[in-house]
DNA sequence: AGCACGCCGACT
DNA sequence: GTCGGCGTGCTC
């Protein structure tokens, strides 16, 4: 792996002619030569932090990616201006898989630093302005004036100010041009400052000074000393208490939190006048930011099919290097997933373990903690930069060999993983939309595996159909776990048609009849109700019964939904609000009427017929705070809530043995997603939330409304066929050309103005028809949603061979023609973004 | 992406 | 007349 980069010591004799290839957190397809000074070319290496300047003042954290003695030919390069760290921060693993990461998703190496780096270890500079301290305005050559004048008197009680600082004091834009004067009037002097971003916790402690502690005589002699200061003693006194010196001394040198004494209600000042004289001292150590938990070292015991499928997955992966476990919900993947984990540890390497966002607040992972202790790292999203940087380092270091966490913990820095497991490999979480690199976690994921010649373990109840697809052509191994774990059973299903209850006057507020009678009878039996519809708001829109007319977003090309939470008309792509509009705009009716099913109207209607019931929702809007979702689940947990109506968050890792009724309102609306994927994801949804009725006990009740009872598919979800369902699905696949027969390429094309947009993808269009490569290519078409905030879409869709090198020539080739396109001045100011296996 | 340099409108 | 708007070109 090393040749890949050139053997950087090669030649110690010609050190001083080093060059570093370094990438740079900018989105520009290429890496930057800097020269090596003679001093750190001893030291540096592949992956280490660096700082550099980048254009004329910016000062940028880089990687080095390659060390070469190849100096640049048509410029000079600058040199690296100094070393961040005595070691890598990044592993040679990781420069190939960013490097991999960036040509798989066509985007730049720089945009995949940023994403992996937390942005901790990223430090880049900010321009600030001091005073000159040489500077005297009354002896200075030139004459300030009044803008100058009011600078400098802002300058002149603080020791520097940043160029906004500047702005928001002159109050106005341009600052540039007053700045500039004002260095070559010798007033100011701007300069960089280089932020480090992490700072380590701190705490403060205090222990005995050295001599006192050598021995007890000493020791006495101070207390025989102090014995007339009453307070100071209670602090000695309360530390031999905590920390027993006398018994054993070396445990002064760990000391005693300086809290302990403020809060135990002792004298602060008299603290001070401790360590003032000497008695006590006080020093800081770092401490982690989580907290140290032993792990319980437990045997964890399988039964007899998850011990069957534990040996099965074993030998699949004795010549297979990725298996998929198709457990159904509740057949206690995650005690496999520990005794795999354990085993794994034990022989020394480490472990990733991949879950959907939602996933890490639910008690698997309290489950796990329990197992590991902190020897286990998780990796957030709701995680501050300081908590990311010690997960990261504690990676580094070596102390942290399992880490659970969302889908951008692939980037951590492993440097022998010996299985990475992608729990819930379905779900489309794993895809980053935006920004680049849109990644799929699931298929970096097995390519990081590859990499470290490490197995990978898929597991899903409702798996992919690109992965299905993998299992049954022989490419992954496959193991099932079909039992549900300790005897709980399978859900009964209800179709409830929504048209037939609506016809004879059966429908009330959206819920059937069979609904409403499911719901009724668990509350009377003290149960639990989940309700999904995966839409939220009080309703998708409003609109007048006069003439029709429907409030849309200014900015988008889409109706906006009424909430009925702040009274207001949002736009749930660009974030804009208005009030609600008590007449039409088009014709002045008042009679405007909410249409449509949200989540917020749901939970009206629940209150409404069910006036005894507690109802709770869980949204995006609901949870939004980093600890909502957790209150919430605690809420519905202990019992407080009966009902809870949500959208898809719902459907996730949910485990409540009081849930026997499970709702989906309108499974239509899954269904007719305009998508090839609609029918594959109804599938999983639909299982997914009707995993969460009846444990153990007692067998739930799942209701699906809908206004198509007959359609096959709720044949194949209600008696869990998903065999027969992905037969029948492939076979369409096949014959439209969907994945996973061909791979997708969407390349999308924005501006600000709609025959701008128009014709550049057009133009694209017609030049991608061009590269000569078995695909079919088809568009461009209008967005799904033309406009979105002020920016015309239009898409362009490119079906490729799977086989032999057609997609690495088409993407080769299309990155030519964007590049020459954007450097083109018909097309300046289009946005073209590419987006490999889009969801 | 920033951030410079460079060429045109609306204010003193 | 200048200030200050932002178009466009480059970054090792």
């Not at 932020?195 to 380590?200: L, M, N, R, T, V």
């Not at 774990?485 to 069979?514: C, H, M, S, W």
């Not at 708001?537 to 109706?559: L, M, N, Q, R, T």
């Not at 929702?617 to 947990?637: A, C, H, I, N, P």
């Amino acid at each position: 792996m090393e040749s890949l980069f050139g053997d950087q010591y090669d030649n110690k004799d010609e050190k001083s002619n080093l060059f570093a290839d370094i990438i740079l957190p900018v989105p520009i397809p290429k890496m930057f030569t800097y020269k090596i000074p003679r001093n750190l070319a001893e030291s540096i290496g592949i992956g280490f932090r660096v700082i550099v300047q980048f254009g004329k003042k910016k000062i940028l954290t880089g990687i080095i990616g390659r060390v070469h003695q190849k100096p640049p030919t048509s410029y000079d390069a600058k040199p690296i201006l100094d070393l961040l760290d005595n070691h890598a921060t990044v592993n040679p693993i990781q420069i190939r898989f960013w490097a991999w990461m960036a040509e798989y998703y066509c985007c730049h190496i720089g945009e995949v630093m940023n994403a992996a780096l937390p942005s901790g270890l990223k430090l880049s500079s900010e321009s600030k302005i001091q005073l000159n301290p040489t500077f005297d305005p009354d002896t200075s050559p030139y004459p300030l004036d009044e803008r100058e004048e009011l600078l400098l008197q802002a300058l002149a009680n603080k020791e520097e100010m940043s160029y906004e600082d500047c702005e928001a004091v002159l109050g106005i834009k341009s600052i540039h041009g007053i700045l500039k004067s004002l260095v070559i009037k010798e007033a100011i002097i701007v300069f960089e400052q280089v932020k480090e971003k992490y700072s380590p916790k701190v705490e403060s402690r205090i222990r005995f000074s050295h001599e006192h502690v050598k021995d007890k005589k000493l020791l006495e002699a101070l207390f025989n000393e102090i014995a007339g200061k009453p307070k100071q003693e209670e602090i000695l006194l309360k530390y031999l208490q905590e920390v027993p010196v006398y018994k054993k001394p070396e445990l002064n040198q760990k000391g005693l939190e300086k809290k302990v004494i403020s809060d135990a209600g002792l004298s602060a000042s008299s603290l001070k006048t401790l360590i003032k004289n000497g008695v006590l001292e006080e020093f800081k150590i770092i401490i982690s930011r989580f907290e140290e938990e032993e792990g319980s070292n437990e045997e964890i015991v399988l039964s007899s099919e998850q011990e069957e499928a534990f040996q099965q997955i074993k030998k699949e992966f004795e010549d297979k290097n990725t298996v998929l476990l198709h457990g159904i919900t509740g057949s206690g993947k995650t005690e496999l997933y520990i005794t795999l984990i354990k085993e794994v540890l034990a022989g020394g390497s480490q472990v990733l373990l991949l879950l959907p966002e939602i996933a890490l607040t639910t008690h698997m992972v309290g489950r796990l903690r329990q197992v590991f202790g902190s020897s286990m790292g998780v990796y957030h999203s709701k995680y501050s930069d300081n908590e990311r940087v010690e997960v990261w380092n504690g990676v580094l270091s070596g102390k942290l060999s399992f880490v659970v966490g969302v889908r951008s913990s692939i980037f951590l820095p492993f440097d022998s993983l010996g299985m990475v497991i992608i729990d819930e490999e379905h779900e489309p979480s794993y895809k980053q939309f935006d920004p680049a690199p849109r990644f799929q976690a699931r298929d970096a994921g097995i390519m990081l595996s590859w990499l470290h010649q490490s197995k990978t373990l898929l597991g899903s109840a409702t798996p992919s159909f690109e992965t299905f697809h993998n299992a049954k052509t022989g490419k992954y191994g496959y193991v099932s776990l079909e039992k549900r774990f300790g005897e709980a059973q399978l859900p009964d299903y209800y179709l409830a048609d929504i048209l037939v209850d609506k016809k004879k006057n059966l429908l009330k507020l959206d819920f059937t009849r069979l609904m409403r009678e499911k719901i009724q009878e668990a509350l009377n039996n003290q149960e639990q109700v989940l309700i999904f519809q995966n839409r939220r708001g009080y309703a998708p829109y409003i609109s007048c019964e006069d003439c029709g007319w429907i409030p849309e977003c200014e900015h988008c090309d889409v109706s906006l939904t009424y909430h009925q939470f702040g009274e207001e008309m949002r736009c749930h792509y660009c974030g804009f609000k208005e009030k609600v509009p008590h007449a039409c705009s088009a014709c002045g009716s008042n009679k405007l009427s909410a249409v449509g099913l949200g989540t917020e109207r749901i939970e009206e209607s629940l209150s409404l017929l069910f006036p005894e019931a507690r109802v709770a929702r869980m949204d995006l809007d609901t949870t939004r705070s980093k600890y909502g979702y957790q209150r919430l689940l605690e809420d519905f947990g202990s019992g407080n809530v009966d009902i809870l109506v949500g959208t898809q968050m719902i459907t996730k890792g949910l485990d409540f043995d009081r849930v026997t009724v499970v709702g989906i309102m309108d499974a239509d609306r899954i269904l007719y997603f305009p998508d090839f994927r609609a029918g594959e994801r109804a599938f999983q949804q639909i299982t997914q939330v009707a995993g969460r009725a009846g444990r153990r006990d007692k067998k739930g009740s799942v209701i699906i409304q809908t206004r198509k009872p007959e359609q096959a598919i709720f044949g194949q979800i209600i008696s869990g066929d998903y065999k027969s369902f992905y037969l029948q699905e492939m076979g369409e696949r096949q014959r439209f050309f969907y994945p996973p027969f061909v791979k997708i390429i969407k390349i999308t094309t924005r501006h600000k103005d709609y025959k701008t947009a128009e014709k550049s993808a057009r133009y694209l269009h017609n030049l991608m028809g061009d590269i000569q490569v078995k695909k079919i290519l088809l568009g461009p078409e209008k967005g799904l949603i033309g406009k979105i905030k002020n920016q015309y879409i239009f898409e362009s869709i490119v079906k490729l061979d799977r086989t032999g090198n057609a997609q690495a020539h088409f993407k080769q080739e299309l990155l030519h023609i964007l590049e020459e396109m954007q450097a083109h001045k018909d097309f300046r100011g289009v946005r073209f973004v590419v987006d490999v296996d889009p969801y």
